[in-house]
């Protein structure tokens, strides 16, 4: 599957979560053409903070494929750039490639590839994955504006903060899918 299919996929179940008062974050990996985990951030149903999308849907994939040899490569699509902490999880679990749709100031961590300089690195755990940022940005900034007008961020006045700043970000003039971190090699 391409990004941007993935991206799609990742947007539909951010849509899910939405529906159900949640941030707007979505996430799929995948195995080849095979969806082998999807959630979307769960914080609100779930009264936890460690609740991202992009773990879940890894924590899913981990459950769904265990130690098993993989045939083909484990591929990370999320609405929104991952944290620090969804990188190392990516990392601990082998996925080669992100795909992000909107990136996040804040707490973004799709430069981490630029320093990452690991003291052993052919150790498949410390391989940063290859990184693109900025696909369907548009679509994906346009689920954070819906979230700031909502019902629920009315309740949660930092979130709706945070939603507002991400559909606030400036309109980038090109570079849809532009790489943002290559792998450490």
């Known amino acids: 599957m391409t990004p941007h299919q993935l991206i799609g996929l990742a947007i539909e179940v951010a849509e899910?979560?939405?529906?159900?008062?949640?941030?707007?974050?979505?996430?799929?990996?995948?195995?080849?053409?095979?969806?082998?985990?999807?959630?979307y951030t769960q914080e609100r149903a779930l009264n936890r903070r460690l609740v991202h999308a992009d773990?879940?849907?890894m924590i899913e994939a981990d459950q769904r494929l265990g130690w098993r040899k993989r045939p083909e490569p484990l591929v990370l699509a999320v609405t929104l750039e991952?944290?620090?902490?969804?990188?190392?999880?990516?990392?601990?679990?082998?996925?080669?490639?992100?795909?992000?749709?909107?990136?996040?100031?804040?707490?973004?961590?799709?430069?981490?590839?630029?320093?990452w300089k690991p003291p052993q690195p052919g150790e498949e755990f410390a391989?940063?994955?290859t990184i693109a940022g900025g696909i369907l940005r548009?679509?994906?900034?346009?689920?954070?504006?819906?979230?700031?007008?909502s019902a629920e961020?009315?309740?949660?006045?930092?979130?709706?903060?945070w939603a507002s700043g991400l559909a606030g970000l400036p309109?980038?003039?090109?570079?849809?899918?532009?790489?943002?971190g290559r792998r450490v090699v």
């Open 82 to 115: 991952p944290c620090l902490m969804c990188l190392g999880a990516a990392m601990a679990m082998g996925v080669q490639e992100v795909s992000y749709g909107l990136e996040s100031p804040s707490d973004g961590a799709g430069q981490v590839g630029t320093v």
């Open 138 to 149: 548009q679509q994906c900034r346009n689920l954070f504006a819906r979230y700031a007008e």
């Open 16 to 39: 899910e979560g939405l529906a159900a008062g949640e941030l707007p974050i979505g996430a799929v990996v995948a195995m080849g053409d095979e969806i082998v985990g999807r959630a």
């Open 55 to 57: 773990l879940l849907a």
């Open 127 to 129: 391989q940063v994955p």
């Open 171 to 180: 309109d980038q003039s090109s570079g849809e899918g532009r790489p943002v």
């Open 153 to 161: 961020s009315a309740r949660n006045p930092g979130m709706r903060r």
